[in-house]
C-alpha cells in the first residue's frame, strides 16, 4: 500500500449494516455495564463519571495518537462512550435535580454547539473527514456529547413521559425506520441522517438495557446486570471478529473507488 493510498483511508470504519449493529450493541452494553458500575456495585454517579471519562479520554487519547484505523481501540473508545454517557446523563439528570427534560436540553445544546463549531472550523461534519487530530477532537467530543444526550433522552421518553422500557425502544425503532426511509427515498443530507441516526441509536440501546436490567415493578427483566453486560460485551467482540472491519473512505480517494456503505456519512 502506497502512502497515497494510505491517507485515503481515515481511522473510523466504513458506515455499514454492521456498523450499526455494533453500534446498537455497544449503546446496550454502556447501560448494563454504566448501571453496574453506579449502582450494582453501588459506587454513585460521581464516581461512576470519573471512572469511565478517565479511560474514555485516554481511550480518545489513543485513537487520535494512532497511525491508522484499529476495530478494537475504536471500539473500546466508543463503548467507553457509551458508559460514560450512561453516567453523566444521570448525574445530570439525578444528582443534579434537573430531571431528564431539563437534562435531555442541556445535553441537546451541548451536542448542536460541538457540531456547530465543527462545521464553522471545518466546513463540514461528514465522518469521512476524520483523518486529523482536530477533527478526531470534534468527532469524539460529539459522538460523547451524542451517547450522553441519547440516554437522558431514552430516559425522559420511558420514565417522564411513561412510555416504558418496550413502548420506547418501539419508539424509537420506528424513528430509526424513518431515516432509513429518508436515506433510500429521497435526497435528505448523508451528513445529516449519519447524525440523526447515531443519535437514535443510543436511546434505543438505552431503552433495551434498561429493560434488561431494570426491577420487574418498574417494567423491566431484573436480569443481572454484570451477566448481561459480560454476555453483550462477547457478542460485540465475536461481531468485530467476524463482520468485516474496514476504514472509512477520506474524501481524497479515487472517484468511483468508495464502499456503498460510506455514502451514509
Not at 47 to 69: D, E, N, P, S
Not at 151 to 159: I, P
Not at 223 to 240: D, G, K, M
Request: proline share 3%; net charge neutral.
Amino acid at each position: 500500500m502506497t502512502d497515497e493510498t494510505k491517507q485515503a483511508w481515515t481511522k473510523v470504519p466504513a458506515v455499514t449494516l454492521g456498523f450499526w449493529v455494533i453500534k446498537i450493541l455497544a449503546t446496550t452494553l454502556g447501560e448494563t455495564g454504566g448501571d453496574t458500575v453506579t449502582m450494582t456495585l453501588n459506587w454513585g454517579y460521581v464516581a461512576g463519571v470519573a471512572l469511565f471519562g478517565v479511560a474514555l479520554v485516554a481511550l480518545v487519547a489513543a485513537q487520535i495518537f494512532a497511525k491508522r484505523f484499529h476495530a478494537a481501540l475504536y471500539w473500546a473508545t466508543i463503548v467507553a462512550s457509551t458508559t460514560f454517557g450512561t453516567t453523566l446523563a444521570d448525574f445530570a439528570d439525578r444528582s443534579l435535580g434537573i430531571g431528564y427534560t431539563g437534562g435531555s436540553l442541556l445535553l441537546l445544546g451541548c451536542l448542536l454547539a460541538t457540531l456547530g463549531i465543527w462545521r464553522w472550523s471545518e466546513g463540514t461534519v461528514s465522518v469521512s473527514t476524520v483523518s486529523t487530530p482536530k477533527v478526531e477532537a470534534f468527532y469524539w467530543a460529539t459522538i460523547t456529547f451524542s451517547q450522553t444526550l441519547g440516554t437522558a433522552l431514552g430516559d425522559w421518553l420511558a420514565d417522564t413521559r411513561g412510555f416504558g422500557y418496550e413502548r420506547g425502544a418501539l419508539v424509537f425503532i420506528a424513528a430509526l425506520l424513518v431515516v432509513v426511509a429518508l436515506y433510500f427515498w429521497t435526497a435528505v443530507s448523508r451528513v445529516t441522517l449519519f447524525w440523526v441516526a447515531f443519535i437514535l441509536t443510543r436511546p434505543l440501546g438505552a431503552t433495551v438495557g434498561d429493560f434488561i436490567d431494570k426491577p420487574v415493578a418498574d417494567g423491566g427483566l431484573a436480569l443481572s446486570r454484570p451477566l448481561a453486560s459480560a454476555v453483550i460485551a462477547a457478542i460485540i467482540v465475536a461481531l468485530i471478529i467476524v463482520l468485516p472491519q474496514r476504514p472509512g473512505r477520506h474524501p481524497g480517494q479515487t472517484e468511483g473507488n468508495t464502499a456503498a456503505g460510506d455514502h451514509v456519512s
